[in-house]
């Protein structure tokens, strides 16, 4: 029989994956989590932003940086407007402010297409999940009936995770809306 453990484990993962996605997508507050997936060249090496730096919320519309090396203030700020996250930067000579403008209707429109998108990134990749599990079903020739219902019990994985995908969206998106 199908061991649905295997497929339910990695789809727990694609869900924190799109949960984090979905907490990057701003709301008009400051958040560090927004700068997560920024890296800076450290000496030569790609190092996360938060391994280089203190970073914390100033006031609801700001986060402050504070490097622990002040030479790296230019690359700090240069990896966040490369990232294109919607803010603005601020250096002074303790760091940087990243400063989060006022939500305006096009860039909330702008900005739950951008949760369409990522809603359709994750289903795609539990579709991958979905068909690396039926090409492992097939590899172990089981009876018609075994295969039959482990498919089912595939199908219903799936489901319910898309299910709770598209709900995740549509929260993000009144979340949005409602900003």
């Known amino acids: 029989m199908f061991?649905?453990?295997?497929?339910?484990?990695?789809?727990?993962?694609?869900?924190?994956?799109f949960k984090k996605?979905?907490?990057?997508?701003?709301?008009?507050?400051?958040?560090?989590?927004?700068?997560?997936?920024?890296?800076?060249?450290?000496?030569?090496?790609?190092?996360p932003l938060n391994q280089v730096a203190n970073i914390s919320i100033e006031d609801p519309k700001t986060v402050?940086?504070?490097?622990?090396?002040k030479g790296q203030i230019q690359s700090i700020e240069k990896a966040i407007a490369i990232a294109?996250?919607?803010?603005?930067?601020?250096?002074?000579?303790?760091g940087l402010r990243v400063i989060f403008?006022?939500?305006t209707t096009e860039r909330r429109v702008e900005i739950s297409k951008l949760a369409d998108v990522k809603l359709?990134?994750?289903?795609?990749?539990?579709?991958?999940?979905?068909?690396a599990a039926i090409n492992t079903l097939k590899e172990m020739e089981l009876s018609d009936d075994d295969t039959a219902?482990?498919?089912e019990d595939i199908q219903k994985e799936i489901d319910t995770v898309n299910k709770t995908f598209e709900e995740m969206a549509k929260i993000k998106k009144e979340e949005i809306k409602n900003q």
């Open 101 to 103: 403008p006022d939500m």
């Open 3 to 17: 061991n649905i453990n295997e497929l339910q484990k990695k789809t727990e993962e694609t869900t924190e994956w």
């Open 21 to 47: 996605e979905l907490l990057i997508l701003r709301t008009g507050r400051a958040t560090l989590v927004i700068l997560d997936g920024i890296s800076i060249d450290s000496y030569g090496t790609k190092t």
């Open 149 to 151: 219902k482990s498919k």
């Open 120 to 131: 359709e990134e994750g289903k795609i990749r539990v579709r991958k999940l979905r068909e």
């Open 64 to 69: 402050r940086i504070a490097p622990w090396d």
């Open 84 to 94: 294109d996250l919607g803010v603005s930067t601020s250096a002074d000579d303790m």
